[in-house]
């Protein structure tokens, strides 16, 4: 099938959905790729190291979607955008499925077919091609530097002839994918850690970690797992108990992660204004959920925000802050893929009851077919 890569328009957005590895890969499956001019290059991938791979480079991004069946993208289309795709093409990309608004419109009149990689479901066959966790993985480390680099004192605790520097003290709400490569970094940078999350599965995996895990352990905690291996909303009754509990323990620390997130829903806020006013001046809260409406009421997307001296970093989209890292697991989650959508003859084949596939389609044909879109 004919395969097209183009430049990302979303601002911020530097990564790109194709590396020169996986375009040699897919190239040496007999498909045919096309990338749009420049699209690699803030990833650190230029055109030549692409074309060398065998891609063709189209100046446009019309004249590379010019006869594609699929095209790969990192952030799905604006309705603008979707609407000057050729009719019936098939769109890879991180979708945002439940924030469409009328992109999902835009889709469905010119037939295009959209496959949200948010949607890959949590089995094991998928793993290779989950997105979500594999760009949580690097965003979650990313959180942890960029809240070591904003604290302005050393992460360690170093015994010097001059005296000794108290370790830092890291505390990670949110024990997730993301999570606990943020305690994975923080140790590695010398912090003492401690970590919450509402899932008791987090439990041991904090621990593995060499962090400690506080949290309230009640019959709903128990429950707090989804069949998907997400967290479900918690009730207030809970909510207040964990802020009860957690309220003393932030009063305490240098650097603050927040990375907690129910999917479809805004994500829970978990570090009040009083909490960041209990914290010293010089510590740091980094919000990984700021795009997601925050865990911290105060934290602005894309800003750091000064609170009496607690600085507050919302940095809205953490993996292409590494873009070349990200890029690369990102292409790799999309080559795993693609081979459930490719018949034997290497053409297009859409119509499987391959449960991934049925996950993760949106709109065929100029219809909503996924469930989760329609409730
Ligand atoms: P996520 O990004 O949706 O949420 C991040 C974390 O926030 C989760 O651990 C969640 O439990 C936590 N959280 C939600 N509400 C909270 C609250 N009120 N207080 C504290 N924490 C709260 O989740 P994720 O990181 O993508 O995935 C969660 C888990 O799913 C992972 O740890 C992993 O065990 C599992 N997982 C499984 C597979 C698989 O089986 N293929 C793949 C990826 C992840």
């Keep these: 099938m004919k395969l097209t890569i183009l430049k990302e328009t979303s601002p911020g957005e530097t990564r790109v959905a194709a590396t020169p590895e996986s375009v040699k890969k897919l190239v040496g499956l007999g498909h045919t790729v096309t990338i749009e001019s420049g699209a690699g290059t803030v990833a650190g991938f230029p055109d030549k190291a692409f074309s060398d791979e065998g891609a063709t480079i189209a100046k446009t991004a019309a004249t590379a979607l010019k006869g594609a069946d699929v095209l790969l993208k990192v952030r799905g289309p604006s309705a603008a955008e979707a609407a000057k795709y050729p009719e019936g093409l098939t769109v890879i990309a991180l979708m945002n499925p439940f924030a469409m608004g009328d992109v999902t419109d835009a889709l469905n009149a010119k037939k295009l077919n959209a496959l949200a990689m948010e949607f890959t479901p949590r089995i094991t066959r998928a793993q290779s091609m989950d997105a979500l966790s594999s760009q949580s993985n690097l965003a979650g480390y990313r959180a942890m530097i960029e809240g070591a680099q904003i604290y302005g004192r050393a992460m360690p605790m170093m015994m010097t002839a001059a005296g000794t520097v108290a370790p830092a003290k890291v505390f990670v709400m949110g024990a997730g994918v993301a999570g606990l490569q943020a305690i994975a970094t923080a140790r590695r940078l010398g912090g003492v850690v401690t970590a919450t999350d509402v899932r008791p599965a987090a439990k ?51 650097i603050v992660i927040t990375t907690a ?39 602005k997307p894309d800003e750091v925000v000064d609170v009496n001296g607690v600085k507050i970093a919302g940095f809205s989209n953490l993996p292409a802050r590494l873009p070349a890292d990200s890029s690369s697991l990102y292409a790799k989650n999309l080559l795993a893929f693609l081979p459930l959508i490719t018949a034997e003859d290497g053409a297009l084949n859409l119509d499987t009851d391959d449960e991934i596939v049925t996950a993760m389609l949106l709109t065929r044909g100029g219809e909503t077919v996924n469930e989760r879109l329609k409730s």
Excluded at 215 to 231: C, H, I, L, M, S
Excluded at 279 to 293: E, K, L, N, Q, T
């Design 261 to 299: 997130l129910i999917p479809g829903r805004p994500a829970p806020v978990l570090v009040n204004e009083d909490m960041v006013k209990s914290m010293r001046p010089g510590s740091v809260i980094v919000d990984m959920a700021v795009a997601a409406g925050g865990n911290c009421p105060l934290s």
């Design 204 to 254: 041991d995996q904090v621990a593995s970690l060499g962090a400690n895990f506080i949290a309230v352990e009640n019959d709903e905690f128990k429950e707090a797992e989804t069949a998907g291996g997400y967290a479900k909303e918690m009730s207030d009754d809970y909510k207040k108990q964990q802020a009860e509990l957690t309220a003393a323990h932030i009063a305490k620390q240098d």
